[in-house]
């Protein structure tokens, strides 16, 4: 745990004790126990840099469908575009909603990643089509 913040080490907001995380030395990857059975107090400096790892942006996950889209548009202050029939056919509103929800992902630093209804079965390819292919076996 994280004497200052109470948290679990890898999640430390602070960057700078990142860098006294990773091991620089060969003998830091020695059990404290053995290093004093030993005696050992050599530093021999680890040949690879050590890497930082990047925090990752905060996610926003919201399901794949227009009732769900509308309501994170509304609950972040943004209307949400409600067409007619003949809109919703063609699939303009769910479009333009997924853009406004994304620019408001993007203003807030967010990573926005649209989950699929689990209660509709994924699309099957149709008969005699290849996957990805156009093209009609023959």
């Known amino acids: 745990m994280c004497g200052v913040y109470g948290h ?3 999640n430390c907001p ?14 830091q990857l020695i059990p404290s126990s053995l290093i ?17 790892r990047m925090p990752e942006k905060p996610t926003w996950e919201v399901s794949d469908n227009e009732e769900a889209i509308r309501a ?8 949400p575009m409600i067409c007619q029939q003949k809109g919703r056919m063609n699939g303009e509103e769910i479009a333009e909603n997924k853009a406004r929800l994304q ?5 807030y630093g967010r990573r926005l990643i649209f989950l699929r209804d689990s209660s509709k079965p994924a699309p099957l390819p149709e008969p005699g089509k290849k996957r990805g292919s156009g093209k009609a076996k023959h």
């Open 36 to 52: 004093i059975d030993y005696k050992i107090q050599s530093k021999t400096p680890l040949t690879t840099t050590p890497l930082l």
């Open 72 to 79: 994170a548009l509304s609950a972040n202050g943004e209307k």
């Open 103 to 107: 620019k408001l992902a993007d203003i």
């Open 8 to 10: 679990n080490q890898h």
């Open 14 to 27: 602070d960057e700078g004790a990142m860098i006294e995380r990773e091991p620089l030395y060969l003998e």
